[in-house]
């Protein structure tokens, strides 16, 4: 099976900053993005950020976050980060790593959600 497991979140003052971390495990033949969406109460899920794999690869950002998030990956790229600095009481949401995963040879590629993790941005 393919899971996808965040950490990081928390409650954090304005202007203050966190990382989140996602971790893909099981059996897993490619990943293709991996990224982060996010949903704040009464508002539909927002792509927030996604990398691309391999060499050539690229990332793309919402509007709202350029300049203040940042999205990375280790070098299995089997983690996915989001460094959040200059954060808004607008980011608090919960926010869902998300990936675009190859199990195996035999099996077709599926997109695959975590569980999220609660941001909140309050004084």
């Known amino acids: 099976q393919v899971q996808l497991v965040e950490s990081g979140g928390g409650l954090v003052q304005p202007g203050g900053s966190l990382r989140l971390s996602c971790a893909a495990s099981g059996s897993i033949r490619t990943i293709y993005t991996m990224g982060w969406y996010r949903q704040a109460p009464g508002k539909q899920r927002e792509l927030v950020a996604i990398s691309t794999s391999g060499s050539g690869g690229s990332t793309r950002y919402a509007d709202s976050v350029k300049g203040r998030f940042t999205i990375s990956r280790d070098n299995a790229e089997s983690t996915v980060f989001l460094q959040m600095s200059s954060l808004k009481p607008e980011d608090t949401a919960v926010y869902f790593c998300?990936?675009?995963?190859?199990?195996?040879?035999?099996?077709?590629?599926?997109?695959?959600w975590g569980r999220g993790t609660q941001v909140t941005v309050s004084a």
């Open positions: 998300n990936a675009v995963i190859r199990p195996s040879m035999t099996i077709p590629p599926a997109t695959y």
